[in-house]
């Protein structure tokens, strides 16, 4: 489900958000799923790789961060 969440906690900290339950880490993976482009039946390792994409380039990061922030 959110296996890549605990890498994320420096965009998650900017976006505001703290996900602790089992549903709001799922509610917060499926939104990183969406902007990036992902289905929700991606495997966790093949969201994780764009997820990476993403957060290399200081663009697609902010509009991730941006997006969660919402």
Same mark, same amino acid.
């Given at each position: 489900?959110?296996?890549? $969440? &605990?890498?994320?906690? %420096? !965009? $998650?900290?900017?976006? /505001?958000?703290?996900?602790?339950?089992?549903?709001? &880490?799922?509610?917060? %993976?499926?939104?990183? &799923? #969406? !902007?990036?482009?992902?289905?929700?039946?991606?495997?966790? /390792?093949? !969201?994780?790789?764009? !997820?990476?994409?993403? $957060?290399?380039?200081?663009?697609? #990061?902010?509009?991730?961060?941006?997006?969660?922030k919402n």
């Amino acid at each position: 489900m959110s296996c890549y $969440l &605990r890498y994320m906690k %420096d !965009v $998650l900290e900017e976006a /505001n958000l703290h996900p602790e339950g089992r549903a709001e &880490r799922k509610e917060v %993976d499926l939104t990183i &799923r #969406k !902007v990036v482009g992902m289905k929700t039946g991606d495997k966790c /390792n093949v !969201v994780w790789k764009e !997820v990476k994409v993403w $957060l290399q380039d200081e663009d697609k #990061k902010k509009l991730l961060t941006e997006k969660l922030k919402n």
